[in-house]
């Protein structure tokens, strides 16, 4: 009967939906603002709507394809899994920008009246993102899995597996590309407009700004949401995959087997009602509360969360006499670790602590020292939440060994890695309240609105830069326990495979085995090559807006003195951004999906050492470059708080120059990393049979 319980997580997906388009009739029932608002926020829409159109049409061929190929190395329903994985990432995306780029003047609008007003239609367009992302992902994960994995009677992992590969595809192409487009136009307009010119960040007269919004939006907003989206699928399906290998191998049989495979889906499911719950928490007319609320709507969250765990692992114990209470403490260490990491994202980039303060007194030596701080705190940054995660890996590992055995520990790390992200809607809906807040400002100070407006707007930014670092530390940290789930099921796939097949050399990852060391460095080398395409990446679409800026401020006459009816060409950078992203996109993702095939037809041994040297390297790499960006960011806003000489000084102009170098770190190289570590480790599992199909490799049997 237990079975059952796996409809609850289609029924919270629903649930979920619904709160969603509650929330969103809502947000689109505020007052827009006057007529010049009006006007903003519409161009913001429009080219948002422009780049998110294009992207898709673009990943439509590269979808195609990866499906055809899936259809004959692997299966047909694998192949349409793999798609719809992908389309429902499509779908969450464009649902949550679309209500975030009308959300923007309605904050604005809303700071009129004051903080508790903004704060809700922000947050509540934010929720609107978290509760899609997390019930599309839940619903098509779950549909797929009831049919294959719960009631098969011989359960197919690898056609669940190729809807985490969908959605990990898109998302490392939305995450790469709306990083792209955003800092390009960030870059520009930073450079050219407040250190060049001199003129206020947001300033009308500076024609990247509107581009820069709208980066906010696909960046932030839609890249965002497609990198949790498949984090949490990927992170429900680990433990699944493992109690499919479990029961294979006749450790898991009868009742135990199939709860093991039904618990993930109710604990998603549990998850995305305490978000809903946690709702209420979120209220404040202090704007110097404001993160405070928006903790409090994450912690009760989170507790509810624990509590729903606690339920299930009792109700697991009582139905077979298994010592599933243990299964608890694998969980509990996974959300533990997440909200632990996430506050040390906060101490190392939030303005409130020493390491970015640090980094603002430094800049008053110049940039040079603003950037020798700051690289030394982001490295520095990697250490504590490396040992929050290797405790969490190994409580959560001890903790289901005593269950029974080492089999039973690894899933107890599967389940470490979902219950870090079962309160994906929430993290989602935090984060995404940043970019919309940002917005806010934006059109405060196009739209030439008092000051203190834009003072209210800018209370909420500065609490969305430490609430989008947070999320980048979730992402990530959860990023590597998934990976090291889905990494021991393959390796179990693997192994069961070849000892199916008497002719097959078993697979050897042996450090001894040069081979396999081979394979570590490549998949070490991985994010610094991946990294290095992503920075030049912006870096060269950044030179393209600088020099577009420049050529306006130049020859549009009047614009930079602010003369009346003189309007900066604001297409052009939205079409330069655009491009760019478009065209540096591609080569990156295409590379992440063919590399770990093409070794995989060699040597799954190479292939085995690979994964582990992406995630090895991928995670502190990744760690590393979210947290300096963030550091530099916040580093310059504490000057604009009118520190060390406040806007304007020698001192802010050194933190733009770190802050400008810290965009693409935080928003592009960093978080497309830590898609990259699970984009590889799925795409690994799902091509298994064809491994098998092919002895283990080419060479598996000649090299060893």
Same mark, same amino acid.
């Not at 870059?187 to 906010?216: C, H, Q, S, T, W």
């Not at 020493?354 to 110049?366: H, Q, R």
């Not at 992200?421 to 196009?446: F, K, Q, R």
């Given at each position: ?101 009308? *959300? ?51 359960? #197919? ?26 800092? *390009? ?122 509590? !729903? ?117 929430? !993290? ?119 020099? #577009? ?16 009816? &003189? ?72 000057? #604009? ?41 799925? &795409? ?21």
């Amino acid at each position: 009967m237990s079975q059952w319980f796996a409809w609850s997580a289609p029924v919270a997906a629903i649930i979920g939906l619904a709160v969603a388009a509650y929330l969103a009739v809502w947000v689109l029932r505020q007052d827009p603002g006057n007529e010049k608002m009006k006007k903003i926020s519409g161009e913001i829409q429009k080219g948002a709507q422009a780049f998110l159109f294009a992207e898709y049409r673009s990943l439509i061929i590269f979808a195609i394809i990866v499906a055809i190929v899936l259809a004959f190395a692997v299966s047909p329903l694998t192949a349409c899994a793999f798609l719809t994985g992908g389309i429902l990432s499509v779908i969450a995306g464009y649902i949550g920008m679309y209500v975030a780029t009308r *959300a923007n003047a309605r904050t604005t609008q809303a700071a009129t009246k004051g903080i508790a007003g903004a704060l809700r239609v922000a947050y509540r367009s934010g929720l609107t993102m978290g509760l899609v992302v997390a019930s599309l992902g839940l619903m098509g994960l779950s549909l797929w899995a009831i049919f294959f994995l719960v009631f098969h009677e011989t359960p #197919e992992p690898e056609i669940v597996d190729g809807f985490v590969m969908g959605a990990s595809s898109i998302a490392l192409f939305a995450r790469v590309g709306g990083g792209i487009f955003t800092k *390009a136009a960030d870059v520009g307009a930073d450079l050219v407009g407040k250190v060049e010119a001199g003129i206020p960040e947001d300033d009308p007269r500076n024609p990247a700004v509107i581009a820069d919004n709208v980066g906010d939006n696909v960046g932030d907003v839609a890249g965002m949401g497609a990198d949790l989206y498949e984090s949490y699928a990927g992170a429900i399906l680990a433990p699944m995959v493992l109690a499919v290998a479990m029961t294979f191998s006749g450790i898991l049989t009868g009742e135990n087997a199939t709860i093991a495979l039904v618990v993930p889906l109710v604990l998603a499911a549990g998850g995305i009602i305490a978000s809903v719950l946690g709702l209420f928490a979120v209220n404040t007319d202090d704007g110097s509360k404001v993160h405070k609320a928006l903790n409090r709507g994450t912690y009760l969250t989170s507790g509810l969360v624990f509590v !729903i765990i606690l339920a299930v692992m009792v109700f697991w114990q009582m139905s077979t006499g298994l010592e599933a209470i243990w299964f608890f403490l694998s969980a509990a260490a996974g959300l533990a670790a997440g909200l632990a990491i996430g506050k040390l994202t906060e101490y190392y980039t939030s303005y409130h602590y020493k390491p970015v303060k640090k980094i603002a007194l430094a800049s008053e030596s110049g940039a040079a020292t603003n950037i020798i701080e700051g690289l030394s705190t982001g490295m520095l940054s990697t250490v504590l939440p490396t040992l929050v995660l290797i405790a969490a890996v190994a409580i959560a590992y001890l903790a289901g060994s005593q269950v029974g055995g080492m089999e039973f520990g690894v899933y107890g790390i599967g389940l470490s890695a979902l219950g870090m992200l079962t309160t994906t809607a929430t !993290i989602v809906g935090v984060d995404a309240y940043g970019p919309v807040a940002d917005n806010a400002g934006g059109i405060a100070e196009m739209a030439g609105l008092p000051h203190e407006i834009r003072e209210r707007t800018d209370q909420l930014d500065s609490v969305g830069n430490t609430t989008a670092a947070v999320a980048k530390g979730f992402a990530v940290s959860s990023a590597a326990l998934t990976a090291l789930a889905l990494f021991v099921a393959f390796k179990t796939n693997l192994d069961a495979g070849l000892a199916a097949n008497p002719a097959a050399t078993p697979l050897n990852i042996d450090l001894a085995n040069p081979f396999v060391i081979i394979g570590v460095l490549i998949g070490a080398m991985m994010p610094f090559f991946f990294g290095a395409m992503t920075m030049g990446a912006v870096s060269r679409a950044a030179n393209a807006m600088i020099i #577009e800026v420049r050529r306006q401020f130049r020859e549009i006459k009047g614009l930079l003195a602010g003369e009346p009816d &003189v309007e900066p060409d604001t297409k052009a950078c939205v079409s330069i951004s655009t491009k760019a992203a478009l065209r540096e996109m591609m080569l990156p993702g295409i590379l992440a999906v063919v590399i770990p095939v093409i070794l995989g037809i060699l040597d799954v041994n190479i292939l085995s050492g690979f994964l582990v040297g992406v995630l090895s390297s991928g995670f502190l790499m990744s760690v590393y470059m979210a947290n300096t960006g963030g550091a530099w960011d916040n580093a310059k806003k504490f000057i #604009e708080t009118g520190e060390h000489g406040g806007k304007g000084s020698e001192a802010h102009k050194a933190a733009v120059v770190g802050d400008t170098i810290g965009d693409p770190f935080k928003d592009t190289s960093g978080p497309s990393i830590n898609i990259l570590i699970k984009v590889v480790t799925v &795409v690994s599992l799902v091509f298994v049979p064809f491994f098998l199909s092919l002895g283990g490799g080419l060479l598996h049997g000649v090299l060893f």
